[in-house]
């Protein structure tokens, strides 16, 4: 199996449309009649070009060119098809303009990135495309009315993605969709994805609301000594042991204190989806220090009861 990939092919055909990615197993086919005008699209990365050329019931074995089936790819007997500035290619091919005339029957187009026919393709990246042709038929198309979706979220903001493609935030109007069901992804910062499959209905609208589940964490707090109060952010949780749960994405203050013990708080960041052990260890209060006053003994006493004797005297002689 041919694992190269950078070329994509698309074909319509009236209202239908066909996409072939080259990781696919097997390439999808389409029914047309001699005379249908095909449109081909796609992309090719990292060429200017891409070369077209065509295999089937009684067809040279390494190809023909779309255009002219008198051709031969090895003799470089190519479509040769322009990559415009945004990698995308495209060209009509008109089944009943091709300088000859083919089989019913089921044929395979080429889409290459060089002129290598069939026999050289391990030096090219290519992908195919099935189109089984035969005799025209009458028919009739019913218009195909479009639907569209409403696509709303809680909190509003969050970015949508239909298919791997960006439409932008929420709240979002999404119009001019083709009966079927889409794959829309939600997503915003701290909150988990939340995906779901909308299924869209001709002239109708599809409404949505996605509600967002916080993206979070939990952290396993413990102490030494356990039995210590807890605080997060300021709310208290309990006594250690203790799990504070669904914590946001970030960082997070803890608060841990006991009676005869020095509080203590840290930062801790929380991680979505794992529960982190958090261990604090207390110290406890040191004791105060305190001053004891002596009373003043007798011998004090005594000499201070002289000292004002002695005074005394001394003003008493000095009138």
Known sequence: MHTHHPVIVSCMLAIACLL????????????ASFG???????YSSG?????LYLTGPNLPVNGVALNDI?????NGGFTIVQVDGDDRWSYKWGTSNIGGRLDEGTYTIWVVNGPNDRSHLSQADYSTISVTLGKPSISINTPVQPGSMNLLSVPDGASVVMGEKY???????????LPGTYDVIFSQFGYQKFSTRVPVEGGRITEVVATLVPDTGSLAITSVPA???????????GITPVTAENLTRGNHTVAVSLDGYMPLQQIVTVVPGQTLPVNIGLFPIPPQKTETTHAAGPEVVTLIAGFVAIMLLVRYFRR
């Open 167 to 177: 439409l932008g935030k929420t709240p979002l109007t999404v119009t001019e969709l």
């Open 20 to 31: 072939l990615i080259p990781v696919a197993s097997a390439a999808p086919g389409i029914q």
């Open 47 to 51: 060429s200017q070009t891409v070369y």
């Open 227 to 237: 039995g210590s109060s807890v605080l997060v952010d300021g709310k208290n949780i």
């Open 70 to 74: 008198s051709k031969r790819a090895e």
């Open 36 to 42: 249908d005008v095909i449109p081909l699209s796609g």
